[in-house]
């Protein structure tokens, strides 16, 4: 939610600023602004509603510029999309931006009674309100320090105090920010993917500690003022990693990269052909014991932590649960030290997902998390980290991130076993040649584009769609369900197939579009039957099924494949026809497949 980004240096800022903001869009886009330190104290402030586009279109009617300057694009929490709303605020000698919520801004408001300071709705310029209360024209330290020490809540500042033309200060608590010190300046993010064109040093942020950005250098300090050394992280992935590469959209980019994620994940972790976790600080005593797995996390990598059930109960025969993280972190889970909790997250800062984590460690369970962007918040307070190596996400609508979670659950469904003498070596080969084939099986969809593109039609014009299977396939619909919703705007709906006949079938009319998954052999005919209900009420039935299937005749009206024939697996080629299939239905409706309305990528607020 929200990015920011922060320069000081001897190069012109306002470019720096402006395309950093591009890179951090997908944060947020519904209005950016920037702020920047001009040689003579003052602070020239530019800001559009809208995509970053409208920005950079009015910072061109100026030639204002300098070496010191503050950006934020924004996904509006407290108060509308208009240009007051719009970051940076704005009061006294203070100009800041901000990420997070402050929670307690209305109690602030009155206790200090600022009222008549502000002119937006925003959370924000409260905080800045506050700054510039506390701030006496010589001491930003400790105006910051009084501030942040009255705010509840999630917060990354960056702050420009009037007359201080060559310093941005800096800080958090929760909502992340990294930074990087280079030799042509010092740098602010949200994110790595607005830094990594300058560097690939970086580190995070640590929270509650003041940073001071000089062109220079960068300072860290502590609660006590003391001054630390941060951790230096560096990126394993370059800066086209970020961009386009010719591709019309993030999304399908992110598609098609598809087969080489899942074998960035897969292939370091195997020793003699199955998965080992050894160089990642996990010994096989790490799988030996637990008597039950929880699953949290939220949206798309919820829906990895389905399949990940789907494939882990029968296998290794132990409970495992998902939760929705925003459920469990107000709940009383029934989890204890013998519990294994996965915290799935591409990010690794979704807030709730952060926040289910902590509440999982303060049962006693241990704590594995899954994610994908290296040193953030859930990878940092998990016991251990499985990172997936997918590169920068940047498209809205997740993708190749889902395939690598689901990776990453068949490398730990076969660890299992094999450490609980479930799988011999050979099974355990097995299995893992079978996680292989499917990237193949993968480039194979991405081969049938043109037909997934025709099926696609089915969806463009209509208002409603369902997603049905059993099982496995089940577990996929959601997914794909909220792929259509998400970049289509499509209302879809997945229901296991068996249970349409308790409701829902009676939402079946003539025409209504019904996505029918029957990849699973052991209840294959069960779903045809599901499948015929909703043909004989008129419904346009798209099959999926794998390639050796005997279709029925008259039970679908467009058929597909997957070129995989062990149930278990059928999955990851599965989802990358309903990626497809959302992304064209997008596409024909004209919308902005990367950047959906409403949403943000990265979800740092509750
Ligand atoms: O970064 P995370 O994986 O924790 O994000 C969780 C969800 O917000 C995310 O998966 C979301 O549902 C997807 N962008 C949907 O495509």
Not at 273 to 285: A, C, I, L, R, W
Not at 409 to 434: E, P, S
Request: glycine residues 6%; hydrophobic residues 40%.
């Amino acid at each position: 939610m929200c990015g920011i980004i922060g320069y000081t240096g001897p190069d012109k800022v306002k470019n720096i600023l402006l395309e950093g903001l591009a890179q951090l869009e997908y944060r947020g886009y519904d209005s950016a602004g920037i702020a920047i330190a001009r040689e003579d104290g003052s602070i020239y402030v530019e800001k559009q509603t809208g995509q970053t586009a409208n920005l950079k279109a009015a910072c061109e009617q100026s030639d204002a510029d300098g070496h010191c300057g503050i950006g934020h694009t924004r996904w509006a929490t407290h108060g509308g999309v208009t240009r007051l709303n719009t970051h940076p605020h704005r009061a006294g000698k203070v100009t800041l931006i901000h990420n997070g919520i402050i929670e307690n801004y209305h109690e602030l408001i009155e206790e200090y009674q600022l009222q008549d300071q502000l002119v937006s709705e925003t959370d924000s310029e409260v905080a800045a309100a506050l700054l510039n209360r506390f701030y006496d024209g010589t001491n930003p330290k400790e105006a910051i320090k009084k501030t942040v020490a009255l705010l509840e809540g999630s917060f990354a500042f960056c702050i420009l105090f009037e007359g201080l033309t060559d310093r941005i200060y800096c800080i958090r608590s929760v909502s992340p920010l990294v930074a990087s010190s280079t030799e042509h300046g010092s740098l602010v993010a949200s994110d790595i993917t607005a830094v990594i064109k300058y560097s690939r040093k970086y580190f995070v942020v640590p929270e509650h500690q003041l940073m001071i950005l000089y062109p220079d250098h960068i300072d860290l300090l502590n609660e006590e003022g003391i001054k630390t050394e941060p951790e230096i992280l560096e990126v394993n992935w370059d800066v086209e990693s970020a961009q386009k590469m010719g591709f019309p959209h993030y999304m399908m980019k992110e598609i098609h990269e598809q087969p080489e994620a899942i074998r960035k994940t897969i292939a370091p972790r195997l020793k003699n052909g199955v998965p080992s976790f050894e160089d990642e600080g996990m010994d096989d005593s790490v799988f030996a014991s637990f008597t039950n797995i929880n699953v949290v996390a939220c949206g798309t990598a919820m829906y990895a932590g389905m399949v990940g059930k789907a494939v882990i109960e029968p296998i290794v025969k132990i409970p495992v649960t998902v939760q929705i993280a925003s459920e469990f972190r107000y709940s009383t889970p029934l989890i204890n030290e013998n519990t294994l909790t996965i915290v799935v997250s591409q990010s690794g800062e979704t807030i709730d997902t952060l926040a289910a984590l902590r509440l999982a460690r303060s049962c006693g369970s241990k704590t594995l998390a899954i994610v994908n962007v290296k040193g953030s918040s859930i990878a940092r307070e998990s016991d251990y980290v499985l990172y997936t190596h997918a590169g920068p996400e940047i498209a809205v609508a997740s993708t190749k991130a889902y395939s690598v979670q689901l990776s990453a659950f068949y490398l730990l469904a076969c660890k299992i076993a094999m450490v609980r003498g479930i799988f011999d070596h050979a099974q355990a080969k097995d299995f893992i040649n079978n996680l292989y084939q499917c990237i193949d099986a993968i480039s194979g969809i991405l081969e049938q584009k043109d037909q997934i593109r025709e099926a696609a039609k089915c969806l463009e014009n209509a208002e409603h769609a369902y997603y049905i299977g059993r099982g496995l396939d089940y577990a996929f619909s959601m997914e794909g369900a909220l792929k259509l919703k998400e970049i289509s705007y499509v209302h879809a709906e997945a229901y296991a197939a068996g249970e349409l006949k308790h409701g829902t079938i009676a939402l079946i009319e003539k025409n209504i579009p019904v996505v029918a998954f029957a990849t699973q052999d052991s209840v294959y005919n069960k779903t045809i039957s599901n499948i015929r209900e909703v043909k004989a009420r008129g419904a346009y039935v798209l099959l999926i099924t794998k390639e050796n299937a005997e279709i029925p005749a008259g039970v679908c009206d467009m058929h597909l494949t997957v070129p995989i024939e062990n149930d278990l697996f059928t999955g990851l080629p599965t989802v990358v026809i309903l990626q497809l299939l959302a992304y064209y239905t997008s596409l024909s409706k004209g919308l902005d497949v990367d950047k959906p309305r409403n949403l943000a990528k990265s979800v740092t607020v509750e």
